[in-house]
């Protein structure tokens, strides 16, 4: 088993940054893949970004060189710093995992957290 929850959600302005945390209870964290998924009202749900088992990362098109995904699996937490962040940056955002040990990420994740909300807006 595995409980996951977000936190560092705010309100913050265009070009602003914040940085989301995933604070994970159970035992091998090192195991599992995390990844960061949002959706925004009206659209449907998309990966912003993940990490391995093994380091792996990936990042959506829409937030390369902006976001910044790390895992302290000492500390069983991951974090996606953001940066100039953009209106449409706006959504909840979703921590995800799954114990597999595969080099990429899965497509499927098992454990959810209950997300923290983002909001980008002047």
């Known amino acids: 088993q595995l409980q996951l929850v977000e936190s560092g959600g705010g309100l913050v302005q265009p070009g602003g940054s914040l940085r989301l945390s995933c604070a994970a209870s159970?035992?091998?964290?090192?195991?599992?893949?995390i990844g960061w998924f949002r959706q925004a009202p009206g659209k449907g749900r998309e990966r912003v970004s993940c990490i391995s088992s093994r380091g792996i990362i990936d990042y959506a098109d829409s937030v390369k060189g902006r976001f910044t995904i790390s895992r302290d699996n000492a500390k069983n937490t991951v974090y996606l710093q953001m940066n100039s962040l953009k209106p449409e940056d706006t959504g909840n955002y979703y921590c995800a995992g799954r114990r597999i040990s595969l080099r990429n990420c899965p497509t499927i994740m098992d454990y959810w957290g209950e997300g923290t909300l983002v909001t980008v807006s002047s």
């Open positions: 159970g035992r091998t964290f090192g195991d599992y893949a």
